[in-house]
């Protein structure tokens, strides 16, 4: 990133800011020396964040926002009370933590890849490795491990373990580098633990608070809103998301009567890259303007962004059905888009469209990372990055709920991404499954051009993530205007199943769904079945359409 100053009315010379590297990372630890980090030990970001994470102006100030619940939340004491184990020669008799020796696990042992060689062949053969995780291996003064099963099997802050809270935070500082100073990170159980955290402190039923999000979302996280009698209303999507102008338009016409007494919304919830259900990508351009349009209302943004990491190349067909999304960089690709797989790291973080939070100067996003999509769904791990007061809010209701994730879960992680990686093997890992999943997506486009009748069915190749929403013209149907687009919807979604494919039904991620359909889709993903069977479902989706179409 190159910036230009200006200096008593004159332009300066060009300069790079500096800002946190994997080279600084490792002379950071180096300088920083072994980790001690004992049972329960309290941690959080400050403690590992770089001096380029300093000298920006602090967050603006949310309390206007929280919800009755969240204000009323303390601090746990007895988690306030471990602050006193790092006292040397404590003798604890306060906490009730069970001595490790009663632990009925004394090792685990793990075999993993090797970057850069990730396959499952490659794993199972001589360039995979075997790691040990011991009961005591941290209280070894000359060994490297600094988070064992004794810790992970005990009760911890609800912060997360500091070991993995360290990796986080430099892992945030490094991708996103949010241009303010006091930012934090929080382990979480999982981005929809994450988020259900997170519509508490910011909503409150009583005061019929309601939140605004894509008109087609993630219907896991409308059934989370749902039963907290929290109100949630779509906003108008195009080939790149959300529109902000139709943003700008629902928050300035907001009319409470007309909305069934929900108050003007100061919640935005968006997945920005791959959205799940569409597949779209918003541009730089596209969430600078959102950004924007949520300063003007003072809206404030919860981030969620489980397949950042899944940013693929354009997709160039043979018929020349060509993405057009565009990243927002200027590289010198058609579009803007990445020409080909990222060969270096450096390549690789350029490529990735600047998120939400990198561009947050007021503290307004709340941004929810997440292990489940790019290593593994049951660890059950994730963080949130959002200010210093929002973060606190956000750990006073862990400290009471759910504790934090599970020990052993971020021991694991920790010894994976950590101890084993180091954060270049994982932005490695993270390139190989770009590959991967572009090819998966090229392989599921090459299908729909070969099995569907694009008369009838169309649709935007995804730049991100693991679904294609594939859109078709119900005016087309032998009996439209007769049945309704529920009626065609539910016909076809039957036909499919008689014919041995699963396509999810659109309708089931309306954020209103008592408003009417806006037209008639469905939901594929190429993420779990083989290439084959991808190519095998999508020519069963295409029998499914002409026979409802009267095609056959």
Same mark, same amino acid.
């Given at each position: 990133?190159?910036?230009?100053?200006?200096?008593?009315?004159?332009?300066?010379?060009?300069?790079?800011?500096?800002?946190?590297?994997?080279?600084?990372?490792?002379?950071?630890?180096?300088?920083? #020396?072994? %980790?001690? @980090?004992?049972?329960?030990?309290?941690? +959080? /970001?400050?403690?590992?964040?770089? *001096?380029?994470?300093?000298?920006?102006?602090?967050?603006?100030?949310?309390?206007?926002?929280?919800?009755?619940?969240?204000?009323?939340?303390?601090?746990?004491?007895?988690?306030?009370?471990?602050?006193?184990?790092?006292?040397?020669?404590?003798?604890?008799?306060? #906490?009730? %933590?069970? @001595?490790?020796?009663?632990?009925?696990? +004394? /090792?685990?042992?793990?075999?993993? *890849?090797?970057?850069?060689?990730?396959?499952?062949?490659?794993?199972?053969?001589?360039?995979?490795?075997?790691?040990?995780?011991?009961?005591?291996?941290?209280?070894?003064?000359?060994?490297?491990?600094?988070?064992?099963?004794?810790?992970?099997?005990?009760?911890?802050?609800?912060?997360? @373990?500091?070991?993995?809270?360290?990796?986080?935070?430099?892992?945030?500082?490094?991708?996103?580098?949010?241009?303010?100073?006091?930012?934090?990170?929080?382990?979480?159980?999982?981005?929809?633990?994450?988020?259900?955290?997170?519509?508490?402190?910011?909503?409150?039923?009583?005061?019929?608070?309601?939140?605004?999000?894509?008109?087609?979302?993630?219907?896991?996280?409308?059934?989370?809103?749902?039963?907290?009698?929290?109100?949630?209303?779509?906003?108008?999507?195009?080939?790149?998301?959300?529109?902000?102008?139709?943003?700008?338009?629902?928050?300035?016409?907001?009319?409470?009567?007309?909305?069934?007494?929900?108050?003007?919304?100061?919640?935005?919830?968006?997945?920005?890259?791959?959205?799940?259900?569409?597949?779209?990508?918003?541009?730089?351009?596209?969430?600078?303007?959102?950004?924007?349009?949520?300063?003007?209302?003072?809206?404030?943004?919860?981030?969620?962004?489980?397949?950042?990491?899944?940013?693929?190349?354009?997709?160039?067909?043979?018929?020349?059905?060509?993405?057009?999304?565009?990243?927002?960089?200027?590289?010198?690709?058609?579009?803007?888009?990445?020409?080909?797989?990222?060969?270096?790291?450096?390549?690789?973080?350029?490529?990735?469209?600047?998120?939400?939070?990198?561009?947050?100067?007021?503290?307004?996003?709340?941004?929810?990372?997440?292990?489940?999509?790019?290593?593994?769904?049951?660890?059950?791990?994730?963080?949130?990055?959002?200010?210093?007061?929002?973060?606190?809010?956000?750990?006073?209701?862990?400290?009471?709920?759910?504790?934090?994730?599970?020990?052993?879960?971020?021991?694991?992680?920790?010894?994976?991404?950590?101890?084993?990686?180091?954060?270049?093997?994982?932005?490695?890992?993270?390139?190989?499954?770009?590959?991967?999943?572009?090819?998966?997506?090229?392989?599921?486009?090459?299908?729909?051009?070969?099995?569907?009748?694009?008369?009838?069915?169309?649709?935007?190749?995804?730049?991100?993530?693991?679904?294609?929403?594939?859109?078709?013209?119900?005016?087309?149907?032998?009996?439209?205007?007769?049945?309704?687009?529920?009626?065609?919807?539910?016909?076809?979604?039957?036909?499919?199943?008689?014919?041995?494919?699963?396509?999810?039904?659109?309708?089931?991620?309306?954020?209103?769904?008592?408003?009417?359909?806006?037209?008639?889709?469905?939901?594929?993903?190429?993420?779990?079945?083989?290439?084959?069977?991808?190519?095998?479902?999508?020519?069963?989706?295409?029998?499914?359409?002409?026979?409802?179409?009267?095609?056959?």
């Amino acid at each position: 990133m190159v910036v230009v100053v200006e200096q008593n009315g004159t332009h300066a010379a060009a300069i790079t800011p500096k800002r946190l590297t994997l080279d600084g990372i490792g002379a950071r630890r180096a300088k920083a #020396g072994r %980790l001690v @980090a004992s049972t329960a030990s309290y941690s +959080d /970001s400050d403690m590992f964040k770089s *001096p380029y994470a300093y000298g920006k102006p602090k967050a603006k100030r949310w309390e206007h926002l929280f919800s009755q619940e969240s204000l009323a939340r303390g601090p746990c004491v007895l988690k306030q009370a471990a602050k006193y184990l790092k006292q040397p020669g404590m003798i604890s008799l306060g #906490g009730g %933590l069970p @001595a490790p020796e009663n632990f009925p696990i +004394d /090792s685990l042992s793990l075999r993993v *890849p090797t970057p850069p060689y990730f396959t499952e062949a490659e794993t199972h053969g001589p360039l995979g490795q075997d790691i040990t995780i011991g009961k005591y291996d941290a209280r070894n003064p000359d060994g490297e491990s600094v988070f064992d099963l004794s810790i992970g099997m005990n009760y911890g802050q609800s912060v997360g @373990a500091a070991p993995l809270v360290r990796w986080v935070t430099e892992h945030t500082e490094l991708v996103n580098a949010p241009p303010y100073s006091d930012w934090r990170c929080a382990l979480t159980v999982g981005s929809t633990g994450a988020l259900e955290q997170a519509l508490r402190i910011f909503c409150d039923r009583a005061r019929g608070d309601s939140i605004l999000t894509e008109e087609f979302s993630f219907s896991t996280a409308l059934e989370t809103a749902l039963p907290l009698g929290i109100r949630v209303f779509g906003v108008g999507m195009d080939g790149e998301g959300l529109v902000p102008e139709r943003l700008d338009e629902v928050l300035s016409n907001w009319d409470p009567a007309a909305r069934g007494g929900a108050r003007k919304p100061t919640v935005l919830y968006t997945v920005p890259s791959g959205q799940n259900p569409t597949g779209a990508t918003q541009s730089l351009q596209r969430r600078r303007e959102v950004y924007k349009v949520c300063q003007k209302h003072d809206v404030y943004i919860f981030e969620d962004e489980p397949y950042y990491y899944l940013q693929m190349p354009a997709y160039n067909s043979s018929n020349g059905h060509a993405n057009g999304h565009t990243n927002g960089h200027t590289n010198g690709h058609a579009n803007g888009a990445v020409a080909l797989p990222a060969e270096t790291i450096e390549e690789f973080l350029e490529s990735l469209v600047p998120s939400l939070l990198s561009i947050d100067t007021d503290g307004r996003v709340l941004r929810m990372d997440s292990f489940s999509k790019v290593v593994v769904p049951g660890s059950r791990v994730g963080w949130i990055t959002a200010s210093e007061e929002v973060v606190d809010r956000f750990i006073r209701h862990a400290e009471c709920c759910n504790q934090g994730p599970s020990g052993i879960s971020q021991l694991v992680m920790h010894k994976l991404v950590d101890e084993t990686w180091g954060h270049e093997g994982y932005l490695r890992w993270l390139m190989h499954l770009r590959r991967e999943y572009t090819r998966r997506r090229d392989t599921i486009l090459a299908a729909c051009e070969k099995y569907l009748p694009r008369d009838l069915v169309s649709w935007v190749p995804p730049a991100a993530g693991m679904f294609l929403w594939l859109q078709i013209d119900p005016a087309q149907h032998p009996r439209a205007g007769a049945v309704s687009l529920l009626e065609i919807e539910e016909q076809l979604f039957f036909t499919c199943i008689a014919k041995g494919v699963l396509a999810t039904r659109g309708s089931w991620f309306r954020a209103e769904p008592d408003r009417p359909l806006s037209g008639l889709f469905f939901r594929t993903t190429f993420a779990a079945a083989s290439e084959s069977n991808i190519a095998a479902a999508v020519e069963r989706f295409g029998a499914a359409v002409r026979e409802v179409f009267g095609r056959s």
